[in-house]
């Protein structure tokens, strides 16, 4: 199984940034989705879910209005894309998918977003 996240970068506040997570190994329809961040010395936090048919997301309220999911199963592949970033939102944000009848889970290996002027 393999959960790659991609996109993560340097941007100014105010600045847009897409994440892009490819999975492969795993039905892929049949894992929730989500991404989550992690900053030094603080807890991975939950950002974004999605459900496997991609008809259910949820935003945490830090983000919401800001940030959006998306999947594309035929693809294979989870999105975040980040609008209006503030320095706050940076942190390494990960990928992870979670198998909708097991507990079942994989993680990427994170990908950093920093922002700043």
């Known amino acids: 199984v393999s959960v790659v996240e991609s996109g993560g970068g340097l941007v100014e506040p105010g600045g847009s940034l897409t994440l892009t997570c490819k999975c492969s190994g795993v039905p892929f329809d049949e894992y929730h989705a989500s991404w989550h961040r992690q900053t030094p010395g603080k807890e991975r936090e939950l950002v974004a879910f999605?459900?496997?048919?991609?008809?259910?997301?949820r935003i945490v309220d830090a983000v919401k209005g800001r940030f959006t999911i998306s999947r594309d199963n035929d693809r294979d592949l989870v999105s975040l894309e980040m609008n209006s970033l503030k320095p706050e939102d940076t942190a390494v944000y990960y990928c992870k998918i979670q198998g909708m009848s097991s507990n079942t889970e994989f993680w990427g290996q994170g990908t950093q977003v920093t922002v700043s002027s």
């Open positions: 999605i459900t496997g048919d991609g008809n259910n997301a």
